[in-house]
């Protein structure tokens, strides 16, 4: 997201732009000019960076300045972001992941709009990961469906996972859903938690 933020000086001194801080990364400022005549302005070119934030979202920006009776100005920005699709949660989390045993994650995909999402291309990694979502499969208005993700790792270490997914939306015609975990094998285990798995 873009917006061009004008800082206007109705002082009669000139105004000194000593630092623009945004507030996080996601979030860039720069400036066109530091120092502002009187009666004069400076233009922030301010961008978002959304990323997979939906709904309300809101940053800020910390403006520090010479004029001694406000050194320090807060920018708030503020934006209610829709997207027609969503992934809820937003990862795939597999959270016990042992060797030679199959796990699975799930995450919910809601159609937002009120037209048909059809999924072109999917391409899932690593290859032994099996999902339940085909190529050609068409989301209807408003509705969810539940993706699965199986994997039956075979040696132990840091697992990470990656659904890309292409539509024929304009607005969103790629989408990613990560996800990790981390493989152990079973004498790896702590012996507590070996004793209450063989308990279950």
């Known amino acids: ?12 001194d000139t105004l000194i732009i000593t630092e623009v801080k945004p507030g996080c990364g996601c979030t860039t400022a720069p400036l066109d000019k530091n120092n502002i005549e009187p009666g004069g302005f400076a233009t922030l070119d301010v961008t978002l960076n959304i990323g997979s934030n939906t709904g309300d979202v809101t940053k800020s920006i910390s403006i520090k ?10 920018l708030m920005l503020k934006a209610n972001v829709f997207v027609p699709i969503t992934i809820f949660p937003r990862y795939l989390s597999f959270n016990k992941l042992y060797t030679n045993e199959e796990t699975i ?16 291309k999917i391409v899932s990694e690593p290859a032994n990961m099996v999902i339940n979502l085909k190529e050609g499969y068409v989301l209807k208005p408003k509705e969810s469906l539940p993706l699965e993700a199986k994997i039956t790792p075979d040696q132990p270490g840091r697992l990470s996972a990656k659904v890309t997914v292409t539509t024929d939306n304009g607005e969103m015609q790629t989408f990613d859903i990560t996800g990790w975990g981390n493989i152990v094998t079973k004498e790896e285990m702590d012996p507590t938690q070996l004793n209450n798995t063989n308990k279950k």
């Open 1 to 12: 997201l873009k917006a061009k933020v004008k800082l206007l000086n109705r002082g009669t």
């Open 105 to 120: 994650a799930k995450v919910v995909i809601t159609n937002n709009i009120d037209k048909p999402i059809k999924f072109t």
């Open 65 to 74: 300045t010479n004029d001694p009776d406000k050194q320090m100005t807060s």
